[in-house]
């Protein structure tokens, strides 16, 4: 059996958290976030009804609100795989839409349903992500921030643990770890 090389995908994130932004710095932003959101996947085991699941069927990558990625999310993930399934990508506009999927990015615009969303997402195996101050503390799982020009991101151990998903430390060790501020 092949031996994993966790230490070459840890430096592939390792660069992505450290790389400043340039140039067009929402394309930049949001190309760099698009690609985490696969890396992220590597540190990430889903429950075994997933991993024993037929690898015909595709990963759902899903986005509720305002699509902040433009194209670039249906462009990588025309061709690049996540868990060695192909990937289909998403978008939804109320919480209610939110289905099986394994990824959902929450854009910034849906802090007024935040709650909502979370409570179609408890206690699931669904990796919620988000970029919006104060989202990891309301219990989304992963939460990107701006660090000067830097991408950085925050976990909430806690929503982790309670999704169901397990995080392996080398993740776990690059972020800033948050708990959940109050119980939903």
């Not at 592939?12 to 190309?31: D, K, R």
Request: charge should be negative; glycine fraction near 4%; charged fraction near 25%.
């Amino acid at each position: 059996m092949k031996s994993f090389n966790w230490s070459k995908y840890l430096a592939i994130l390792c660069i992505g958290v450290f790389i400043p932004l340039s140039g067009n710095a929402q394309q930049s932003e949001y190309t760099i976030k698009a690609v985490f959101l696969e890396h992220f996947t590597r540190f990430i085991e889903w429950p075994e009804s997933f991993e024993n699941a037929d690898p015909s069927q595709p990963f759902h990558l899903a986005v509720i609100g305002e699509n902040p990625f433009g194209p670039i999310l249906d462009q990588i993930y025309s061709e690049q795989k996540i868990k060695n399934r192909t990937v289909e990508v998403l978008y939804f506009s109320t919480p209610d839409e939110i289905t099986d999927c394994h990824i959902l990015f929450i854009s910034s615009p849906n802090k007024e349903i935040l709650s909502e969303i979370l409570t179609h997402t408890k206690d699931k195996p669904i990796l919620t992500v988000s970029d919006t101050e104060g989202f990891a503390e309301k219990g989304v799982l992963i939460n990107f921030y701006l660090s000067g020009s830097r991408i950085k991101f925050e976990i909430n151990e806690k929503a982790v643990h309670k999704s169901g998903l397990v995080m392996s430390y080398r993740l776990l060790s690059l972020a800033r770890i948050v708990e959940q501020a109050r119980e939903r």
